[in-house]
């Protein structure tokens, strides 16, 4: 238990991704089978011990501790697990109790003998351990390291072993292997073969686009903003041959794998998290035999609802029937990766888009369409086109090689995808905070208002926050005109005088409740810096509102 | 019926000894103060008459420069002294270099009462400073800045060995430690010359002229340079020490890809390090912890406790359980959150 809590410790800690990877790698190369494979489930979140209410670890502590005491300690900390764990009288007598012999007891403990068990481990074990024991017996670890990042630690650990164990490839296994992974360790480790998977109602990595700007622009024109539209119609015309490349809208959804075959039905995220739990209305309709590639979204009367409808049906772990009815999901599909038990994805692009079209018509699929190909002969026109789809819940254009195979990750030079120009805003700074890490000592998070009507004249009101967007140097320049413009400070925050205006650039805005404002932005990134614009000049919150699509 | 409380009386200007008619750790410039120790919160300039031991009275002409104080008085450790009507006696707390707990005594009715203002104080090893000394009395003003039962400092080698495990893990990095320019910074450089490391420490300009007095009373804590005037590459696997205020600042910028510790009982509750942007917390302190409170509170026994600064009412509650008469006092201007 002692390693696994100690890595516990150290990620919440980490603020940077390699050195997360690399806490990783250690704990994988020196914890043993099966204690690593428990720890990679409860990172993972692939855990399946019976949850113990918090209410129960409470009721434990309150039998051993001053009532009184306790609720102090509590009010200070103000995390039960942590709380507990440092309030827990006993002194650890020193033996050491293994994550695997711990799980084990957990996974064999009935309901009724769960609360002895917990306090002979409480007794047992330090307060680091006693931390990890109880959010392995409550669940959720909440570690700042998502399924991902720890299936990239497994792959860049087994390539220190010599095994060739790309994550894509660990992620295909991923869903026919069980906590404690013990054969996937193996084969990693250099000790054995790839663990023998069936993969019909696995995740298929998914293959994903590259931004067309990336493929015209080099990184230094990027950085200097100096992308325009006529130099993008000009570099297609120059780099590319339209008939060598199929257009398709790209829908303002989220992107899927819908997988049914007779063993099951499973809908995956692009990270392969299965959320078809969230889904029951289209587990239920995929009475169909295949793997499609599509865009999740809710359709009412065929047309598509704004994205703020969709966020409503994610993430949760039941769905009301009043959920079902006013927001019904809809897979829109893109490509066809298994007609039934066929495995589509060595053939190109051009032959899948006819299967799928057969398939389709054949399946008779409810909640289930095909997104449409664009017809186009010349970038000029398929740009004319493009320039259209804001109005129909595109979030713009995608251009796919027609001799494209289908293959995880981000190939080079087969998909592009061509978003629509982004909406922008001129915005005032109102608050900067201190970043993370690198950042740790620069004001780079950024929070801006736009103009309304107030009591006493126009006021400004927080439409968003960003932190991206900025070249280094103007970092640099920001985060001193920050330090020099300062009118007050709240622990990490600086509220700053109201006169420098950002272009703020954002994909969409939507309705909020959670916002002072009544408005979200959907990625807002900082576009220009506005130094020569005088505050007063910024926009008005009507207009941000006036960009929110119904 | 005599009482110790009669000792001592609290008012807008702190502790006051009606008998001795002087304060103790005042938070406003008096005629006369006795003070436990030099931290800034405890020891304020302005004072006409300042009296504390010898170091004390040492790091107070340091910080605050000879004209801070009209007149000084050095008072040795368990060297007795009169004032009016009371017998003023001090003996070591182990909070820093000079720390004391003042001990006042009276005849009162035909009986020696005795009454100890504690200050800040700690129970553990500190190879900077002389070590607590529990005394019996009737009234006990102690501290409570860890007064909660979650607060159970580790071992300081355990503590230490995570630094020096973590500066062998990433010799690419300078482990740049936050830390008070009083007592801790001297206290860590020591602890980690005790635990082995005998490279040169690398100091913000701030901590200079207090470790420079602590050598030159003869606290033996190595080589130390100024960060300042030090090459970016030679700190990597270094040990820094700063304000932790520098760390989160342009400061670090000066520092190869630092990793930020955070040395305090603070440290013990991941949401405060979090908060702070460390990265790796240390929990050492110069405050006694929960058990550490208790102890000594049983040793020194005392009829009546009062308790300052920090989580009062955990404590407080704690003595009352067990039979014995207890009070907060809320001394104003002291710091909650300051160097712990």
């Known amino acids: 238990m002692t390693p696994f809590a100690q890595l516990l410790t150290s990620l919440v800690f980490t603020p940077s991704r390699n050195a997360k990877l690399r806490l990783l790698m ?3 190369d020196k914890a043993p089978d099966p204690d690593r494979g428990w720890a990679l ?9 019976r949850a113990v209410q918090p209410s129960v670890i409470r009721g434990l502590v309150e039998e051993r501790v001053d009532p009184v005491l306790f609720r102090l300690s509590y009010d200070y900390v103000g995390d039960l697990a942590e709380t507990v764990s440092l309030i827990w009288p006993a002194e650890p007598e020193g033996t050491s109790v293994r994550l695997s012999g711990v799980v084990d007891q957990l996974a064999a403990a009935s309901r009724s003998e769960t609360p002895a068990l917990l306090v002979r481990l409480f007794d047992q074990l330090p307060p680091e351990e006693r931390f990890a024991l109880i959010k392995l017996a409550t669940g959720g670890m909440r570690v700042g390291v998502s399924a991902r990042l720890a299936k990239t630690a497994l792959s860049e650990w087994a390539g220190e072993q010599g095994v060739d164990a790309p994550v894509e490839r660990i992620e295909e296994l991923w869903h026919g292997l069980e906590p404690p992974y013990v054969a996937l360790f193996q084969w990693l480790s250099g000790g054995g073969p790839e663990p023998d998977v069936d993969l019909s109602l696995a995740f298929r990595p998914m293959m994903l686009a590259h931004p067309i700007d990336a493929a015209l622009y080099s990184a230094d024109e990027l950085k200097a903003n100096a992308e325009s539209e006529e130099a993008t119609r000009a570099r297609l015309a120059e780099r590319l041959a339209p008939s060598d490349f199929a257009a398709e809208w790209k829908w303002d959804g989220i992107r899927v794998q819908a997988v049914a075959t007779d063993n099951g039905r ?15 209305d289209l587990v239920e309709a995929m009475r169909w035999r295949g793997c499609v590639d599509g865009e999740l979204l809710v359709v009412r009367d065929g047309e598509v609802a704004p994205f703020s409808d969709l966020q409503k049906r994610l993430g949760r772990k039941t769905v009301s029937a009043k959920m079902l009815r006013d927001f019904p999901a809809h897979i829109r599909a893109y490509d066809l990766l298994h007609d039934g038990e066929t495995d589509l994805r060595g053939r190109p692009f051009a032959e899948r888009r006819t299967r799928l079209e057969a398939w389709a018509s054949e399946a008779e699929a409810d909640r289930l369409d095909l997104s449409g190909i664009v017809d186009f002969a010349q970038w000029d026109a398929l740009a004319e086109i493009r320039a259209g789809a804001r109005a129909a819940a595109q979030e713009g254009l995608m251009l796919k090689r027609r001799d494209a195979v289908y293959v995880g990750g981000r190939p080079i030079g087969q998909w592009f995808k ?11 700074l109102m608050y900067a905070q201190r970043g993370h ?9 950024y929070t801006f208002g736009a103009w309304r009507g107030g009591e006493d004249g126009p006021e400004l009101t927080p439409v968003g926050k960003a932190y991206s967007g900025y070249t280094d140097e103007e970092l640099l320049k920001l985060d ?6 300062t009118t007050d400070r709240f622990g990490p925050v600086r509220a700053v005088k109201t006169e420098l205006v950002f272009e703020v650039a954002f994909d969409a805005v939507q309705v909020s409740t959670r916002h002072k404002s009544g408005v979200a932005m959907r990625f807002p990134r900082i576009k220009r810096i506005r130094w020569d614009k005088p505050a007063h000049e910024a926009d008005r919150l009507e207009t941000l509102q006036r960009m929110i699509r119904d | 019926m005599v009482n110790a409380k009669a000792l001592l009386e609290l008012n807008a200007n702190g502790l006051f000894c009606p008998l001795g008619e002087f304060y103790v750790d005042p938070v406003r410039p008096v005629a006369r ?16 008459a300042l009296l504390g031991t010898p170091h004390t009275i040492e790091i107070a002409r340091t910080r605050y420069g000879p004209n801070g104080f009209s007149k000084v008085k050095e008072i040795r450790y368990n060297g007795n002294i009169r004032l009016k009507g009371v017998k003023v006696r001090l003996i070591p707390a182990g909070h820093v270099l000079g720390s004391a707990q003042v001990v006042i005594e009276a005849k009162l009715g035909g009986k020696t009462v005795r009454a100890i203002v504690s200050g800040d104080y700690k129970r553990r090893f500190d190879p900077t400073c002389e070590p607590f000394e529990p005394m019996p009395c009737d009234l006990f003003v102690t501290e409570a800045t860890f007064g909660l039962p979650v607060f159970r400092h580790p071992p300081t080698e355990k503590e230490v060995g995570k630094l020096l495990a973590s500066l062998s893990a990433f010799p690419e990095r300078a482990h740049a430690v936050g830390v008070y320019p009083l007592g801790k910074c001297q206290r860590l450089i020591a602890e980690l010359r005790r635990a082995g490391w005998d490279a040169p420490i690398y100091l913000h300009g701030s901590l200079r002229k207090l470790t420079d007095l602590y050598q030159r009373l003869g606290v033996e804590l190595g080589e130390t340079r100024d960060a300042t005037a030090s090459a970016k590459a030679e700190m990597a696997g270094q040990v820094v020490l700063a304000p932790a205020s520098a760390l989160s600042d342009k400061w670090a910028r000066r520092l190869p890809d630092p990793l930020i510790c955070g040395a305090s009982g603070w440290m013990t509750v991941r949401q405060r390090a979090k908060q702070r942007g460390v990265e790796l917390p240390l929990i050492i302190s110069d405050h006694a ?36 008469e207890a009070a907060a006092l809320s001394i104003a201007g002291r710091s909650d959150e300051g160097d712990a």
């Open chain 1, 26 to 28: 250690r704990y994988f």
């Open chain 1, 41 to 49: 489930a409860a990172i993972a979140g692939e855990m399946d011990l």
């Open chain 1, 266 to 280: 499973k809908i995956y995220s692009r990270t392969g998290e299965d959320i078809g739990h969230s889904f029951p």
């Open chain 1, 418 to 428: 061509w978003k629509r120009d982004p909406l922008t805003a001129d915005c005032v």
């Open chain 1, 437 to 445: 890490g690198k950042r740790s000592s620069y004001y780079s998070d």
């Open chain 1, 480 to 485: 001193r005109w920050i330090r020099n413009n």
């Open chain 2, 33 to 48: 103060a006795v003070v436990t120790h030099a931290h800034g919160d405890h020891c304020r300039p302005g004072h006409e």
């Open chain 2, 289 to 324: 912890d929960w058990d550490e409170l208790r102890q000594t509170v049983e040793e020194v026994d005392p009829e009546t406790l009062w308790v300052t600064h920090g989580a009062e009412e955990a404590l407080v509650h704690w003595r009352r359980s067990q039979g014995y």
